[in-house]
């Protein structure tokens, strides 16, 4: 039988998560916070292979929220049927940094495109609103569902 991590490592390899973890969707990370209470919230990513990296302004809520309470769920999914899922639970990790962390400036070219995404990063430092956290979650769990061969449990 497959360790865990060989799991998680089969999972996030399949095509539709590496569809999924390339496209320029957004991505939607569930947090607990300060208060107690579950937040989602949507957020660009950066998919490292072996982690996937957010980042966020320092004064974002979420941060104080994930040091207290590290394990996140982030799903990333399509909207036209057959849907495809990809659900990743794990433990964030939060570093502050004094510049934008270079996989965010990576999903800004994602997401902006090659002329737009650059630009964003330059108007960023020119607001001197570049000092982020950088938020890595490794997989510790991984659901895909593609509404063709494999569905959530209730329907099967």
């Known amino acids: 039988m497959n360790t865990t991590e060989e799991r998680v490592t089969e999972q996030l390899e399949d095509p539709v998560a590496q569809e999924l973890l390339k496209s320029n969707l957004t991505a939607q990370l569930a947090y607990t916070a300060l208060?107690?209470?579950?937040?989602?919230?949507?957020?660009?990513?950066?998919?490292?292979?072996?982690?996937?990296?957010?980042?966020?302004?320092?004064?974002?809520?979420?941060i104080e929220a994930l040091k207290k309470h590290p394990q996140v769920a982030v799903s990333i999914d399509t909207d036209v049927f057959p849907y495809k899922v990809l659900q990743i639970r794990g433990e964030a990790r939060?570093?502050?940094?004094?510049?934008?962390?270079?996989e965010y400036a990576a999903a800004a070219g994602r997401y902006f495109g090659p002329v737009q995404g650059p630009g964003w990063i330059e108007q960023l430092h020119k607001m001197n609103k570049q000092a982020m956290a950088r938020i890595s979650v490794r997989p510790e769990s991984v659901v895909i569902l593609d509404f063709v061969k494999r569905f959530p449990k209730a329907l099967t």
């Not at 919230?41 to 990296?53: C, M, Q, S």
């Not at 939060?94 to 270079?102: A, F, G, Q, S, T």
């Open 94 to 102: 939060v570093e502050e940094l004094d510049d934008v962390p270079p």
């Open 35 to 62: 208060d107690g209470t579950p937040r989602v919230v949507p957020i660009w990513f950066e998919w490292k292979g072996d982690e996937l990296v957010l980042a966020s302004p320092h004064g974002a809520p979420k």
